[in-house]
């Protein structure tokens, strides 16, 4: 038997050539569309505007299949996490985040990471593969289900970031199609400003992405200068920090109400002085730029501590006075795993320091 698609990740344009191949109107795309993202559904036999017969061909040949849904947590902050299995020795987790005001969904754009950095404990599982457009997509569909509809008429999700596992701009293919499908009017409508990319910083896919999206960009900054950044964010070596800046500098040129966020980890004694923060509001000089300070989350093994309340709160005061905006992210979800750095998932046959993946993707 033929293996039946998954429409789950197709774009509007792939769906298009997907029904043409059918010997159908292109104009079904725009139904399929509606019916997977605006109403979640995974079964053609509700899809009323649809024929009987195509809905029996579309049985035949796709079908609308997300992540398996393994666990479930919720936090005393009222932060959720999943536990997601992509196939039969891989799962991924993907975390939704309450706050006033506005929901955001931070989903994961590979099984595990190839990037070493060497705070982060999703780096220790090592690196399995990229997830599919419709694995990554897939989360925001299973999440709305999860989540329902908000009783004041507003979005429950308001906000997606791949922030989750994995590199996403070492997986650029499926993570356009699917931030193409968060932001596609047919499909879940959010706005470029409220989908983020994060990235450590490769710069080539950076400077690729600037040609085919315009989605708002973070940044893993870590450190104001090389030699500390290559031991943090080893991606470093490759691409140093005046390149990358300069990568993001033409990245939000386009739109002068943009700016890039950059976050940075606050390490004890490794990142934190105020000297290293006068230096980075120098490095970031004209730059539009958001400081995010994200206080370290522990876990066993890794090797660093938090900065201090009071050392995070000079660092920002230092950043402020120089004009940057600045803002220390409050650590959510951490009694069940769920804070930055903290996401693991489970991956098998590991690729640890496998420094070719990296080098095929850029
Ligand atoms: N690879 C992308 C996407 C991951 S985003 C990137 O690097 O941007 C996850 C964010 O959490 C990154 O800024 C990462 O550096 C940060 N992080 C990783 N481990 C952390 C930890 N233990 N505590 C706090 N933040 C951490």
Redesign the pocket.
């Given at each position: 038997m033929q293996e039946r698609v998954n429409l789950l990740g197709m774009t509007r344009s792939e769906l298009e050539d997907f029904f043409v191949s059918l010997g159908e109107k292109r104009f079904r795309a725009q139904q399929i569309l509606k019916w997977i993202h605006q109403f979640g559904v995974d079964d053609f036999s509700v899809m009323s505007n649809i024929g009987k017969q195509l809905r029996a061909t579309l049985q035949q040949r796709a079908r609308i299949t997300p992540p398996r849904v393994l666990e479930e947590h919720t936090s005393g902050d009222g932060t959720r996490k999943w536990l997601l299995q992509v196939d039969e020795g891989n799962s991924v987790e993907m975390v939704f985040i309450p706050e006033e005001g506005r929901g955001t969904l931070c989903v994961s754009?590979q099984a595990g990471?190839a990037?070493e950095?060497s705070?982060?404990?999703?780096a220790r599982q090592g690196f399995n593969r990229n997830l599919s457009a419709a694995e990554i997509v897939g989360q925001l569909w299973l999440a709305r289900r999860a989540l329902g509809c908000d009783p004041r008429g507003g979005r429950v999700i308001s906000n997606v970031v791949?922030?989750?596992?994995?590199?996403?701009l070492l997986n650029f293919d499926n993570v356009v199609a699917a931030m193409e499908l968060m932001t596609e009017d047919l499909a879940y409508g959010l706005s470029r400003r409220r989908v983020t990319l994060?990235?450590?910083g490769v710069v080539p896919a950076l400077r690729r992405l600037r040609e085919v999206s315009s989605v708002s960009l973070?940044?893993?900054l870590?450190a104001p200068d090389d030699e500390l950044r290559n031991r943090l964010?080893p991606l470093n070596r490759k691409y140093p920090i005046a390149e990358l800046l300069d990568a993001c500098r033409d990245y939000i040129s386009r739109d002068s109400k943009r700016a890039v966020t950059f976050?940075y980890?606050m390490l004890r004694g490794v990142n934190d002085s105020p000297g290293q923060a006068r230096r980075l509001a120098s490095l970031l000089g004209d730059l539009p730029a958001k400081v995010n300070l994200?206080?370290?989350?522990?876990?066993p093994g890794?090797g660093?501590s938090s900065s201090p309340p009071q050392a995070i709160e000079r660092f920002a005061a230092v950043l402020q006075e120089r004009g940057i905006v600045t803002i220390t992210r409050r650590t959510r979800g951490s009694d069940i795993g769920a804070?930055?750095?903290?996401l693991v998932g489970r991956i098998r046959d590991r690729t640890r320091r496998n420094p070719q993946i990296i080098r095929e993707a850029c």
């Open positions: 754009s990471c990037l950095c705070f982060c404990s999703t791949l922030m989750g596992m994995g590199e996403p994060s990235t450590a973070a940044v893993s870590h964010v976050e980890v994200i206080p370290f989350n522990p876990y890794s660093y804070a930055c750095g903290q």
